[in-house]
């Protein structure tokens, strides 16, 4: 269409050049008549032909470059619509100019005026992709602002019911005083990628409660294979012990000790959220694990300097860690000794020590230390520590230990400090 358009102009313009040089120089001639009118036909039939002959190599090399721009345009087409991406082009007033086939096939463009409309007026137009088109104004509004090529992940539904999920690409363009010109958009499908990473997460999780199953089923039935044997040699018997019996107590805590770990890997339990003093909370756990040490001929030490320090979350799980840490600190010592609980204020938090003498950890089980199933007792999960790290973490704190083998063990937590 705009080629002829251009023929036909220049076609006019030499009709309309020819016309006037033939009217005007025959004009001239009679006008002014001279000896020399024979050899002024000549030179006029001569400028005539060099004009004539200018324009149309002009008009051939004008051919030739429309051609060549036009086959250019056409693999360039050609290349755009083969792509298996999004493509589209805006103007710098965010209306369409182009769109590739795919970018046609998932909007349902085919056969719809889509050029030179907005991305609100094709949100009003195709009602089903209102959202995504919505978003996409804003979207396009923030990169053109950055100045800067932006990156984005976009999901919505399609026709099909299908949830499709693309890694977008935005380019922002703009001429040389800055005033923005258009924006290529450019958007990859990444949908199966998504399903596969899911399905990946989805396989790790029922690996995890795979393992987590069974060690539950060998840690348990350990204990319940202790208590069946010695129920069926009181019943041989037919008489009871107290031996007997406090083996069985002992081993129905054991079970009772698995359980409560591994509550804290269930469903969220019911937290009560409070402010409390630190004095509180070392008070209560030294009320707790006092006996136990007194059992195992450990000296509890307490350097409170934190004591008003005000502490907010839920206390009775920061009870739960803390007599976990110091009942560790008990068993590393069983020839008795000292532990010391210290507690102090570094910056605008509370730091809270438990240190002890004894038997220390070495470095390779250290590295270890608070992964799930991992121990150094001979009874229990391994999961005491890990559920001591997630909930100083839900806390907002940090759980440390450092260790070194006959020289004891320092466990340092701590815990944002409420103003």
């Not at 922002?172 to 949908?191: M, Y």
């Not at 040699?233 to 037919?238: A, D, M």
């Not at 600190?329 to 020590?353: F, L, N, Y």
Request: with cysteine.
């Amino acid at each position: 269409m705009f080629r002829r358009i251009i023929k036909k102009r220049l076609l006019l313009i030499y009709f309309l050049a020819s016309l006037i040089w033939i009217t005007l120089s025959e004009y001239v001639i009679d006008k002014f008549p001279t000896n020399y009118g024979d050899y002024i036909q000549v030179g006029k039939g001569l400028v005539f032909v060099v004009f004539t002959t200018a324009l149309i190599y002009l008009i051939i090399k004008k051919d030739e470059a429309y051609i060549k721009a036009l086959e250019e345009q056409k693999e360039l087409s050609t290349l755009i619509n083969a792509m298996p991406d999004f493509v589209c082009f805006k103007d710098g007033e965010g209306r369409w100019i182009r769109v590739n086939e795919f970018g046609k096939d998932l909007y349902q463009l085919h056969g719809k005026p889509y050029k030179n409309k907005t991305d609100k007026e094709l949100a009003e137009m195709l009602p089903f992709f209102k959202e995504p088109f919505l978003g996409c104004v804003y979207s396009d509004e923030e990169t053109w602002a950055k100045g800067i090529t932006t990156r984005v992940e976009e999901s919505f539904p399609v026709p099909s019911g299908e949830m499709k999920t693309f890694d977008v690409i935005k380019v922002p363009l703009f001429d040389d005083e800055g005033n923005r010109t258009g924006l290529v958009t450019i958007g990859r499908d990444i949908s199966k990628l998504k399903a596969a990473e899911e399905m990946a997460l989805r396989r790790e999780k029922l690996s995890v409660v795979g393992e987590l199953a069974a060690g539950i089923a060998h840690e348990i039935r350990n204990p319940l294979t202790t208590i069946k044997g010695f129920v069926q040699l009181q019943k041989e018997q037919n008489n009871s012990t107290s031996h007997i019996s406090d083996i069985i107590l002992s081993e129905l805590d054991r079970i009772n000790q698995i359980v409560s770990e591994l509550l804290v890997f269930s469903k969220p339990q019911s937290k009560i959220l409070k402010e409390f003093e630190v004095n509180e909370l070392i008070e209560y756990v030294i009320k707790l694990t006092s006996h136990e040490a007194t059992l195992h001929n450990v000296e509890l030490i307490v350097e409170n300097h934190a004591a008003k320090s005000i502490l907010y979350g839920d206390m009775n799980e920061l009870i739960q860690v803390f007599v976990n840490v110091i009942k560790n600190s008990i068993d590393a010592m069983p020839d008795g000794g000292k532990a010391k609980i210290r507690t102090r204020v570094v910056k605008d938090k509370v730091q809270i020590e438990a240190i002890d003498l004894g038997v220390g950890i070495p470095k390779e089980r250290l590295e270890k230390i608070g992964e799930p199933f991992f121990t150094l007792k001979e009874k229990g999960m391994g999961l005491g520590l890990t559920m001591s790290n997630k909930i100083i973490q839900d806390h907002g704190g940090t759980f440390k230990i450092k260790s070194k083998v006959g020289f004891g063990t320092k466990v340092i937590i701590t815990l944002p400090m409420k103003k």
